[in-house]
């Protein structure tokens, strides 16, 4: 089982729409979670951490619960430029300074 | 004044060849990484190095050979490249161990080994 398995998509959507993403993970001593985002031929970029108790940034809302080891993200009014690869992260419990990436899910809103 | 960025941007030689790829960041930070990204777009880590000494070193094959002259700088030295040593290769930095949230990478060094 990956460590940090994503659906890859693509997920095509129209501009307006709303799309949720998911993730798993699995070792259940991991702490920390995040939400990266990819452009095409890009470095990636710290979207969002994601907290227990779930957080919100304008449009973006992560979701974590630990009981199912899975985090999602919701994206609301979905914009031409959210199209990218979005990472899902995970840090190794033995050693927080790892970050475990997931294979990433494709965005792509259409006009 | 880019943050952290990388030489070259692209590299395209020969499989059996050595060459070598330099990071550099301005931020001030002490922990830098060097990640590769295959064709499927996995991001995995290969090395850290915190304040010039190395702390993460997963399972790469020794023909790779990160060098940190100063906490600045993380090269990294391929020997023997191999067709499968085709990658996107990313450095990264972050302000110190423990704080994996605020990594932040460079544009990236294609790699292709022909």
């Known amino acids: 089982r990956k460590e940090v398995e994503q659906d890859p998509g693509p997920f095509n959507v129209p501009e307006g729409a709303t799309v949720a993403f998911n993730c798993t993970y699995s070792n259940s001593a991991s702490q920390s979670f995040f939400w990266y985002r990819q452009d095409c031929r890009k470095e990636p970029k710290l979207l969002m951490s994601v907290y227990s108790s779930g957080n919100e940034d304008g449009r973006f809302t992560a979701q974590l619960n630990r009981a199912s080891q899975y985090i999602s993200l919701l994206i609301r009014d979905s914009k031409l430029s959210d199209s990218a690869t979005y990472l899902c992260?995970?840090?190794?419990?033995?050693?927080?300074?790892?970050?475990?990436f997931g294979q990433g899910t494709t965005l792509q809103v259409k006009p | 004044d880019t943050a952290v960025s990388q030489t070259p941007k692209y590299l395209v030689t020969q499989m059996g060849n050595d060459k070598s790829i330099k990071c550099e960041q301005n931020?001030?930070?002490?922990?830098m990484y060097w990640y590769k990204q295959d064709s499927k777009k996995f991001l995995k880590i290969m090395f850290s190095y915190n304040n010039k000494e190395l702390i993460i070193n997963e399972t790469v094959p020794n023909r790779f050979s990160p060098k940190s002259p100063d906490k600045a700088h993380l090269n990294l030295h391929i020997n023997s490249l191999e067709l499968g040593d085709s990658a996107v290769y990313f450095c990264?930095?972050?302000?110190?161990?423990?704080?994996?949230?605020?990594?932040?990478f460079g544009p990236g060094t294609r790699l292709l080994v022909l």
């Open positions: 931020l001030g930070h002490d922990t």
């Open positions: 990264a930095s972050s302000p110190g161990q423990g704080r994996p949230e605020t990594q932040y």
């Open positions: 992260v995970v840090n190794n419990p033995s050693n927080t300074g790892k970050l475990i």
